[in-house]
């Protein structure tokens, strides 16, 4: 669940948000109904759209779930090196987004993507290859 940064990504992100600081870009009425946990971070979960194959589990904020709706190109926060990344844009190993749904409590995205290559930054199909504990 990790990828490069890329230069364009990198715009500090603010200590966590309340939901009623909702950047411009972000339809109010979606703002509305996240259920942001303390971090201002909302777990984005990923999912190969014509196989249901569950790629990846990431995090967006409030500027990711916007950036992610605007341009078509999975984005998302990483918590580990504190700045925005563009899935793929370093690696190629891109996701292109078909559709996004919250789900009923607004506390998950799920991302149903077109990925190509590998989802996981260690090279694997899908970060859930290894360790199968059931």
């Avoid at 409590?105 to 799920?110: I, K, M, P």
Wanted: aromatic share 4%; proline share 7%.
């Amino acid at each position: 669940m990790i990828d490069e940064p890329s230069p364009s990504s990198a715009n500090p992100r603010p200590s966590a948000r309340s939901s009623a600081q909702t950047p411009p870009g972000l339809d109010p009425k979606i703002a509305a109904r996240l259920k942001r946990g303390p971090d201002g971070l909302v777990p984005a979960v990923a999912q190969q759209h014509d196989t249901g194959e569950v790629l990846m589990l990431a995090w967006m904020d409030d500027e990711a779930l916007h950036r992610t709706l605007t341009t078509g190109r999975a984005t998302y926060w990483s918590r580990s090196r504190k700045e925005y990344w563009v899935k793929g844009e370093t690696s190629g190993h891109v996701q292109r987004v078909v559709s996004v749904a919250l789900d009923c409590d607004g506390d998950t995205v799920l991302l149903a993507v077109d990925q190509t290559g590998p989802a996981c930054h260690t090279g694997t199909r899908t970060c859930f290859d290894d360790d199968v504990l059931l």
